[in-house]
């Protein structure tokens, strides 16, 4: 671990409505009982450091 991994955070997404700032949905499900829109699965990790974007999250959202 680097001493700049000290200060890099995951995105903390699951569960959430999809923030496209942050986050590139990489595939959609159906789910009549979650709204449109939910990140229900975390493909690949997103990061931020400080206020800057280092990676963005690669997720799956419910869309029916």
């Keep these: ?3 700049g991994d000290v200060y890099k955070r ?7 409505p999809i923030n496209e700032d942050i986050c590139t ?3 959609t499900e159906p789910d009549l009982e ?10 690949k ?5 400080g206020n800057r974007l280092i990676r963005r ?3 799956v ?3 029916n």
């Design 1 to 3: 671990r680097g001493l």
């Design 10 to 16: 995951q995105i903390d997404i699951l569960g959430k």
């Design 25 to 27: 949905i990489v595939e």
């Design 34 to 43: 979650q709204e449109d829109g939910i990140v229900i699965s975390i493909e």
């Design 45 to 49: 990790d997103g990061y931020t450091r």
């Design 57 to 59: 999250a690669e997720v």
């Design 61 to 63: 959202v419910i869309k």
